[in-house]
Every structure is written in C-alpha cells, then in structure tokens.
C-alpha cells in the first residue's frame, strides 16, 4: 500500500502532495469524451461512463478547458448534476483557442467545425478569466485541482504561479496543479508557490519521467497523476493491426500507432494474459493497476468511452498484483519501450 493511501481495494484515497486533496488512485480521464481528437462523442455514453465510475468507487474526474473546446467541462458537469459532493473536480488552464496571445500557435477545428488556432498562454490575465469560465461550465463554485495544461515559454512561471495563488487565496480552487513540465519548471513553479501535483504522461511503454521527474517529485512530496496509462487503448490489447480509426482519431497518426508497434504491444501482452487471468482480471486492469503500483505515482488518469469500460477500469484497484509480477510484466516490456521510444 502507498505510504498516502487512506484505504486498499474500491474505497482508496491517496493524499495529492501536501494539498487537502484525497483522489482515488483511478481517476476518471474525460479527454476522449470531449469529442476532439478522438473522432467526435456520445453524450449519453459519456454521462454514462462517469456515473459507472462514480458508482465504481473513483472520486476524481479530469477535464480540460481544451477537451473539445468546453465541450468535455460541460459533459462533466451534467453527469455530476446532483453529486458534485461526492466528485474531486480537476480541470486545467492554458490551452487557448479564443485569443490571439500566447505561443505555439496550432492550427485546429472546435467540435463544431469552427477554424480556430490554439496557443498555449499562461498569462496571469488569461489563468484568471479562464477559470471563471471553467467554473460557469462545471456550474460549481470550487475547482478542487486546477492545472497548468502546458508550458508557456513565453510567461515567466512565477507569474503564472502567482496567478493560481491568487485564485487559491480567493477560494476559487483548492490545489494548484501542473502538467508537462520538466524538472527545471517544477522548481521554478514550486518556489513560486503551493504547488501540489504534476501530470505527465506514463505507462508500461511511456517511462521517460521515472529517470528524473519521478525521483524529484518524491524528493519534494508532489502528487502524480499520470495520464494515457493505456496508452491511449493499446495496452488494453484491443488495438489489432487491422483496426482502423475514424477521421479526426488522432491515433490514425500517432507514432505508436504503427503495425509494427501495435504487433510489438500484442506479443508483449502474451507475457500479462496468464498473470491477469490469475487474478481474474483483464488486460487493461493489470495495465491500469500496474501504474498505479509504481513508486511515487499517486494516480492513473484512464480515458473511458462507455459506462462498461469505465466500470471495467475502477475495477484494477480491486486486486494486488505481487512485486514478482511486476517485474515480470516490467521486463516483458522493457524492449518495447526501448523499441518505441519510451525510455
Ligand atoms: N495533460 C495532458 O497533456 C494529457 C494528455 C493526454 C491525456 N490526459 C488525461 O489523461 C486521460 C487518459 O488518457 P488517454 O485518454 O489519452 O489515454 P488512455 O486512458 O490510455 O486510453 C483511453 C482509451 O483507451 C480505450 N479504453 C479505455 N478503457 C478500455 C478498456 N477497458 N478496454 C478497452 N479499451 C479501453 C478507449 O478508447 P477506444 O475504446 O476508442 O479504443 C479510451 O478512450 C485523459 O482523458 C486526460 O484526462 C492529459
């Protein structure tokens, strides 16, 4: 059991850093509801995968103002209509696709079809207009975690920071978060203020941060929130070489989404299947509980489509894997990390 954990199985909590926020060590990730690089969405499906995982005993639901431009914060708010007691609202800032500031500009199309161009902005002014309308979409008063989606090169991140206290002090957020930085980004931003946690990406196959960023975080008493532990479906073992996803999938694309990559995850997965069978659990519960099992990570932030998949991924923390098994399915995937560039 993690040194922060409250409870084991269903009913767990683990505390986000320093901060008064308890997340349950499954969080339900609500990027691929929003619709937007994901090939659109159902919005019945979408209330229904988090009612299942509410009912599945996750507490933490994460959102973006960028996951389809509010379309993502809205659905959110409609399935916790009536439960907003029982949910950690996490949302993040800085993705902006309705302002001419802020860099890397990034040509793209809203849920509707409308031509936008996202930036990354950081600015004080924007992180202070962009939760007022975070919390018109989420139709609560408090966001429990806001985070920082992105780095912007272009703002000093004391001033971003500052910005996030002051939304603290005002009682409009409960912890502040960060997402993708690096080590150099984490100590400027911790200086500046009470950061909580850290979001980056990590799986089996995505391992990069355990060199430097986990180690660090550990050091300073951050929480981690790990986003794409199945590697966006293909740890699952649902992703064949013959799959073919719909326009505006961004997997049709992604790097990891090669046939050869696929028939790399697929044969690695041969290794987890009677390890998982053991524990009566599927491919994609031994993934998500993996993750959740690895030194210094707090949580696992799971994408899920439907009520049954979401259920299905609350139900990784209803056993243990042993240390040896972890090894084992470690090393099963030890060259196909190196293989895809993970490590
Ligand atoms: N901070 C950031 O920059 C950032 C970036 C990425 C993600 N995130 C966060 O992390 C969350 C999770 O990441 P993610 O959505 O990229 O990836 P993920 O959780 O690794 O994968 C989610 C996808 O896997 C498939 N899936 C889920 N459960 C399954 C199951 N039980 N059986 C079979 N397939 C299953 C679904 O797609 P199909 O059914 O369509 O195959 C689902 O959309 C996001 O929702 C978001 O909150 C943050």
Redesign the pocket.
């Known amino acids: 059991m993690a040194e922060n954990e409250t409870v084991k199985g269903l009913a767990a909590r683990r505390r986000l850093g320093a901060s008064g926020v308890m997340v349950s060590p499954v969080?339900?990730?609500?990027?691929?509801?929003g619709g937007w690089m994901?090939?659109g969405t159902d919005v019945q499906d979408a209330i229904a995968a988090i009612h299942a995982s509410i009912d599945a005993g996750v507490n933490t639901i994460?959102?973006?103002a960028i996951?389809g431009m509010g379309a993502s914060e809205e659905i959110v708010a409609k399935a916790i209509e009536g439960r907003r007691d029982q949910v950690v609202l996490a949302t993040?800032c800085g993705m902006r696709w309705n302002s001419e500031e802020g860099t890397d500009p990034w040509p793209n199309k809203t849920p509707d079809g409308q031509q936008v161009v996202v930036r990354k902005n950081s600015r004080p002014e924007s992180i202070a207009y962009e939760c007022e309308q975070s919390l018109k979409r989420l139709k609560t008063d408090v966001i429990d975690l806001f985070?920082i989606?992105?780095p912007d090169v272009s703002t000093p991140v004391q001033e971003s920071i500052h910005a996030m206290e002051k939304l603290r002090q005002q009682g409009k957020i409960r912890a502040i978060g960060v997402?993708?930085y690096d080590v150099m980004w984490l100590e400027a931003a911790t200086n500046a203020g009470a950061v909580a946690s850290l979001?980056?990406?990590y799986?089996l196959i995505t391992r990069k941060i355990e060199k430097d960023l986990l180690p660090w975080c550990r050091d300073h008493n951050l929480g981690v929130i790990?986003?794409?532990?199945?590697?966006?479906?293909?740890?699952?073992?649902?992703?064949g070489p013959e799959r073919v996803?719909p326009e505006g999938?961004h997997?049709a694309k992604h790097k990891y989404f090669t046939v050869d990559n696929r028939n790399r995850v697929l044969s690695a997965l041969e290794t987890v299947r009677p390890i998982a069978e053991k524990h009566g659990a599927?491919?994609?519960?031994v993934a998500i509980n993996w993750t959740i099992h690895q030194p210094g990570i707090t949580a696992?932030?799971?994408?899920?489509?439907?009520a049954?998949?979401?259920s299905?991924?609350a139900g990784a923390l209803a056993f243990a894997l042993t240390a040896e098994e972890r090894a084992v399915i470690r090393a099963a995937f030890d060259p196909v990390s190196a293989a895809m560039g993970g490590t």
């Not at 599927?282 to 519960?285: D, E, G, R, T």
């Not at 696992?300 to 439907?306: E, I, P, S, T, Y």
């Open positions: 969080i339900f990730g609500a990027w691929a509801i994901w090939g994460d959102t973006a996951y993040k985070q989606h992105w997402s993708n979001q980056p990406p799986s790990v986003y794409s532990p199945l590697e966006r479906g293909l740890l699952a073992g649902t992703v996803f999938d997997r599927s491919l994609a519960q696992a932030l799971v994408g899920a489509r439907n049954e998949q979401a299905h991924n």
